[in-house]
Nanobody
Framework: VQLQASGGGLVQPGGSLRLSCSTSGISFSAYAMSWYRQAPGKQRELVAH???????SYAESVKGRFTVSRTNAKNTVYLQMNSLKPEDTAVYYC??????????WGQGTLVTVSS
């Protein structure tokens, strides 16, 4: 099983980035997918979640700015991040969770928001 997160980088405040998490080795459509982030010195926190059926949920801090989506045909989940703020700086991780409580994590991609 592999989850490969990509798309991170350096962006100015107010800018946008699109993260991707491509998966292999799992029946992707059977998994709920989540994006987490961990800033330096802080605990990992849930950012966005999309269920197998496409129901979305977000952390309050990113509502209205971030959009999570998935393409089952490509075994990939995305996180579109707009109006980025310095406090969004973190390593972003994707997670796959099955109905039978199996979880897999990606390796993380660094997002830095700075002028």
């Amino acid at each position: 099983v592999q989850l490969q997160a990509s798309g991170g980088g350096l962006v100015q405040p107010g800018g946008s980035l699109r993260l991707s998490c491509s998966t292999s080795g799992i029946s992707f459509s059977a998994y709920a997918m989540s994006w987490y982030r961990q800033a330096p010195g802080k605990q990992r926190e849930l950012v966005a979640h999309i269920t197998q059926g496409g129901t979305l949920s977000y952390a309050e801090s990113v509502k209205g700015r971030f959009t999570v989506s998935r393409t089952n045909a490509k075994n990939t989940v995305y996180l579109q991040m707009n109006s980025l703020k310095p406090e969004d700086t973190a390593v972003y991780y994707c997670k796959a969770a099955s109905p039978w409580a199996t979880e897999y994590w990606g390796q993380g991609t660094l997002v830095t928001v700075s002028s």
